[in-house]
């Protein structure tokens, strides 16, 4: 059995906790053990904690590592902040043994190393290249046949891509083909890598409407696409779509209802899990109509 | 007064900083500030610049070699979403989207902190986390059948946050 340590982060535990629970349950029926990180911290978070220090940044998200190398486990996080956070960590570490000596000498206050013998990976990468979208097409038993969906990456599932190196950043498929996987369509629409802009609403609140204005771009070229939903595999980029309809549709005098879904949830559904055991009624822009095409509700 | 005068009194204007470029260039992000070249490819591929015509990125890269340490330290580097694009799109490697956040590490030493991101920091060390679950979202995990939530160990991480000195950087009590 494949097995990784369940790096949970905050937003997820905290904020959205039915990605958490779609998570769980859709791995356990893949056959993937994750394990608790005893005394895990915030990964911590790539734009806050890194926009005030560095160093800091760095030893926490060290700190993080070393757990998960005493557990003698590769990580694996459900949040694309976290993923960029651990991962580019892991990857400064390994490369600048100056960098390694500094955050090991503010480590040893609480008795770790950075050794660096583990990999980060988020679970889009693990579903992929893991598990793979021919095997995950044999395994699910409800085919979301009909169902149109626009893909949304989240900037740093692919960026940096020096250090991501994962899929092409420029056009990545990795998410569309894991969605044709489960026999439904991926729809091409206009602005497909255009960011969420979760990355303002934290560092400013009177910059929030341009944070708005941008989701709604996206919003505009999908809902011409005739997508039915779309889907995504970060939790920032879900509130800024998710919640974030609601707001545009209050500022911007709009009436979007596109249903969010993180993709873990369609994969859920395509396992046959029910929706109320994934928890789908607390999103916040609601997901009825996909479930009524499906022939769920 | 001749024109040579008049450069030199604008070289030494207080509003310009021109130490500012090296000491952006000897943080651990900063270095790129050396390679910029403005060719403004930045600024063509930045999601936030298309939106407001308050942000560009390939100017604030001119301002920190000019030495406009007000400007640049002001709000302007806070408009950045971090999307990296502009990272991968430089010909020149100067990783444009790292000088940020060498900028906003300058920035916040000198007490220029989003409020926003200041309670981030805070919960950090109050919790180990960036937030506090409320009450509804603690009955979902209920209801839905989630474990409690796993505490962080806080003792061991302020031990690290004082070391590295985070909570004075943000005047945490």
């Known amino acids: ?297 | 007064m001749s024109k040579s005068e008049d450069t030199e009194s604008r070289t030494h204007d207080s509003s310009h900083d021109t130490k500012l470029m090296h000491i952006v260039a000897h943080t651990p992000r900063g270095k790129g500030i050396l390679d910029c070249i403005q060719c403004g490819r930045c600024t063509s591929s930045c999601p936030m610049a298309r939106q407001t015509s308050r942000y560009n990125p390939r100017r604030l890269m001119e301002m920190i070699t000019i030495g406009l340490k007000e400007e640049v330290l002001s709000n302007t580097p806070w408009y950045c979403l971090s999307c990296f694009t502009c990272v991968d799109k430089c010909p020149q490697g100067a990783d444009v989207g790292e000088v940020i956040f060498a900028i906003r590490n300058i920035a916040a030493r000198e007490g220029h902190i989003p409020p926003g991101i200041k309670a981030q920091g805070g919960n950090i060390i109050d919790t180990g986390k960036i937030s506090n679950p409320t009450k509804s979202i603690l009955k979902q995990r209920q209801e839905m059948g989630l474990p409690e939530i796993e505490p962080s160990d806080t003792e061991e991480l302020l031990k690290i946050l004082r070391k590295t000195g985070f909570d004075k950087i943000i005047g945490h009590k």
């Not at chain 1, 503010?106 to 950075?114: A, C, G, H, Q, R």
């Not at chain 1, 341009?210 to 011409?224: F, G």
């Not at chain 1, 009825?288 to 022939?295: C, I, R, Y």
């Open chain 1, 1 to 297: 059995m494949t097995k990784f340590a369940l790096f949970l982060g905050c937003l997820i535990p905290l904020r959205l906790p039915f990605i958490e629970v779609s998570s769980r349950r859709v791995m356990e029926k893949l056959g993937i053990e994750l394990v608790e990180m005893n005394g895990a911290g915030c990964c911590p978070d790539p734009i806050g904690i890194q926009s005030i220090d560095y160093k800091t940044w760095l030893a926490l998200a060290a700190r993080n590592l070393c757990i998960a190398e005493e557990m003698n486990l590769d990580i694996l996080t459900l949040c694309i902040g976290c993923y960029e956070t651990l991962k580019t960590a892991n990857h400064v570490l390994n490369n600048g043994p100056e960098f390694k000596y500094e955050v090991n000498e503010i480590l040893s206050e609480v008795d770790k190393e950075f050794k660096g013998n583990i990999q980060v990976k988020h679970i889009i990468e693990v579903l992929y290249e893991d598990i793979g979208p021919k095997e995950i097409e044999n395994q699910i038993s409800m085919p979301l046949e009909g169902l149109q969906v626009a893909t949304h990456y989240g900037c740093h599932s692919v960026r940096p891509s020096e250090i991501i190196q994962f899929g092409n950043p420029e056009r990545p498929t990795f998410l569309d083909e894991l969605v044709e996987a489960l026999g439904a369509q991926s729809v091409p629409y206009l602005e497909k890598m255009l960011c969420c802009g979760a990355g303002l609403r934290n560092t400013a609140k009177e910059k929030e409407e341009e944070a708005l204005s941008l989701a709604k771009v996206k919003l505009d070229e999908i809902q011409r696409s005739k997508a039915d939903c779309m889907t995504l595999s970060c939790p920032f980029c879900f509130i800024s779509y998710d919640i974030g309809q609601l707001q545009i549709n209050r500022k911007f005098k709009e009436r979007y209802n596109l249903p969010v879904f993180y993709y873990l949830e369609l994969l859920g559904l395509a396992l046959g899990i029910s929706s109320s055991r994934l928890g789908l009624k607390f999103h916040r822009s609601k997901v009825t109509p996909v479930l009524k095409k499906l022939g769920l509700a």
